[in-house]
C-alpha cells in the first residue's frame, strides 16, 4: 500500500509540474514576454509552490529526495528550453 501512496505522490507531482510548464506557455504564447514582471512573478510563484509540494511529500517519506530534485531541474530545463525558443 505504501508503494501505492508513493506513486500516486510522484504522479501528482509530475502533473503538477506539467500544469506549471503548460502555464507558462499559454502565458509565453498569448499574454506577456519572458523580460514582464508578471511572467517572472507567476513562475517563481509556481515553481515555489512545486518545490514546498515536493518538500512536503520528501518530508513525509512519499517521495525521494532526488527525485523530487530531478523533477524539479528537469521542469527548469523545459522553461529554459521554452524560455529560449520564445527570444529567438
Known sequence: MATGHREKAYELLKADAHKILKLIEVQM???TMPQCPL????LDTQMFGL???IDFAVRLGLV???????????????LSALHEASIK
Open 29 to 31: 504564447e498569448n499574454l
Open 39 to 42: 511572467y517572472e512573478e507567476v
Open 51 to 53: 518545490s514546498r509540494e
Open 64 to 78: 525521494n529526495e532526488d527525485d523530487g530534485k530531478e523533477l524539479l531541474e528537469s521542469l527548469e530545463r523545459q
